[in-house]
C-alpha cells in the first residue's frame, strides 16, 4: 500500500509519500528540487556513482512516520544537499524549507 499525502509548511508545499513494504516502510518528503528519506536511503551511492546526477537529499534514521521524518535530525546529506547549506544534524523540515528555492 502507499499513502501520499501533500503538506504545507510555510507556505511552500511538499509531498510526503510512505510505502508499505513487506518487513519494512520506506518514508520519504519530496520537494521540487530534492528529498528527505528514511534508512533506506542510500547517501553514498548518491555521492559517488551517482553524483553526476547532483541529487539533493538527506536521511534520517529510527523514523516510522512522516511526522517522525520532519522532526528527526539528518543523520547523512548528500553534497549538493551541502551546497543548500543543508547539514548533519539538522531536522527534516529545516532541510526541507532549504529545498524550496
Known amino acids: 500500500m502507499i499513502d501520499y499525502r501533500p503538506l504545507t509548511i510555510e507556505e511552500s ?5 510512505t510505502i508499505y513494504l513487506p518487513k519494512t516502510t520506506l518514508i ?7 528529498y528527505i528519506m528514511c534508512g533506506a536511503l542510500d547517501v553514498h ?7 553526476h546526477r547532483k541529487i539533493i537529499a538527506g536521511r534520517a534514521v ?3 512516520s512522516i511526522d517522525d ?5 539528518l543523520e ?4 549538493e544537499a551541502e551546497k543548500l547549506g ?6 527534516g523540515r529545516e532541510a526541507l524549507l532549504k529545498m524550496t528555492d
Open 13 to 17: 508545499t511538499f509531498v510526503g509519500i
Open 28 to 34: 520519504m518528503i519530496t520537494s521540487k528540487s530534492g
Open 45 to 51: 551511492q548518491l555521492n559517488t556513482k551517482l553524483n
Open 62 to 64: 529510527g523514523v516510522t
Open 69 to 73: 521524518l520532519l522532526e528527526a535530525p
Open 76 to 79: 547523512a546529506v548528500t553534497t
Open 86 to 91: 543543508i547539514t548533519k544534524g539538522m531536522t
